[in-house]
């Protein structure tokens, strides 16, 4: 059991800023990475179609054999988690929890910016997740949807012009309400740290929910006893369920290597496989 892979899904390439945290943090362990990148973007679409689009997704995980899944989209973790722990039996990790505790431990002043996709804003789940966080103690969460980062940071623009006037555009606002921490709920955000951390200004923390997540990853596994220990050399599978090329190119860039093992699948109707 414990030399199986973890599993990690998103919605396209940005669950990649949460594998390469995951690896970092723990080396030694396999990795199978699902991309659905024919359904992607998630952060525009509907609950019920998200939470259908994530059982399939985990269910494709499941069939491959892991030990544990990762939720590495946020849009994903806030409208399907209850639903993902109610349907599958296996240890099952969102990024959300772990970026919201990150965010009601580190900040001093309790004034929390969150930005993320529409669909994670609307649905209100970071807000919930942070003040379940902090308990009686009252913070102001100020949140504000980002939709233009995402396509910016596919197109490798991480680092331009057009980028800083967006990220001024989006957060111009949250800078006025003086927030002393700001979430980046979304998984595309941390290849942008630079420009938003310039944009925002200095004494702002940044809180990288990928990084959050590669933590409480670690500690799931020791808590369940899960940890590889078997001394052999971690492996790294990817799933994508379209354009398997532009995947590629994106992937290299945020990895910073050449993918061992890539193939185009379909997961749609792997949540009834399952069930047959
Ligand atoms: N992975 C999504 C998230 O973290 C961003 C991309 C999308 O909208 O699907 O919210």
Redesign the pocket.
Known sequence: MNSLPIGIF???V??LTVLRAVRKRLPDESVIYLGDTAR????TKSRATIERYAVEDAAFLVDKGVKMIVVA???ASAMSRERLRQEFNVPLLSVLGPGARMAARVTRADRIGVI??EA?IESGAYERAIGESCGERRVEIFSRACPLF?PIVEEGETDSEITRLIAEQYLAPLREQKIDTLLLG???YPLLKRVIGETIGAKVILVDSAEATAGETAALLEREGLINQTGEEASYQFYVTDAAKRFHRIAERILGEPLEHLEAVEVWGHDRLERD
């Open positions: 998103d919605s396209g940005g669950g992607v973007p998630y952060g989209c946020n849009t993320a996709t994670t995402v979304c998984t595309h």
